[in-house]
Nanobody, 125 residues
Framework: QLRIVESGGGLVQPGGSLRLSCAAF????????VGWFRQAPGKEREGVSC????????YFADSAKGRFTISRDDAKNTVFLQMSSLKPEDTAVYYC??????????????????WGQGTQVTVSS
């Protein structure tokens, strides 16, 4: 059964850090680009970051630049999103997805084929 499982979400104070994990089961992640998306209540899902399959190039939304990093461990079939200097506006459900976006379309959810169920991140004091 092909599936993606996110973990690592939780409650953190502003300025804190979290590391989200995205593990794939039933297929090999290194054949795919992996993106992280988030959706806050009442808002549309937005792309946060992506790491390519070919050369591990990384992409970030403006809101994530300088605060988030993305990496992949192909031996563990896992991708990580390290989030630092978290803000209340980072509060959302974070989703991991695998696919093959091309060009500058990494932030487009329709370019991804496999999705996880999401993990809640809450930034609050």
């Amino acid at each position: 059964q092909l599936r993606i499982v996110e973990s690592g979400g939780g409650l953190v104070q502003p300025g804190g850090s979290l590391r989200l994990s995205c593990a794939a089961f039933g297929f090999t992640l290194d054949y795919y680009a992996v993106g992280w998306f988030r959706q806050a209540p009442g808002k549309e899902r937005e792309g946060v970051s992506c790491i390519s399959s070919s050369d591990s190039s990384t992409y970030f939304a403006d809101s994530a630049k300088g605060r988030f990093t993305i990496s992949r461990d192909d031996a563990k079939n896992t991708v990580f999103l390290q989030m630092s200097s978290l803000k209340p506006e980072d509060t959302a459900v974070y989703y991991c997805a695998a696919g093959n976006p091309y060009g500058n379309s990494w932030y487009m959810s329709k370019r991804y084929d496999f999705w996880g169920q999401g993990t809640q991140v809450t930034v609050s004091s």
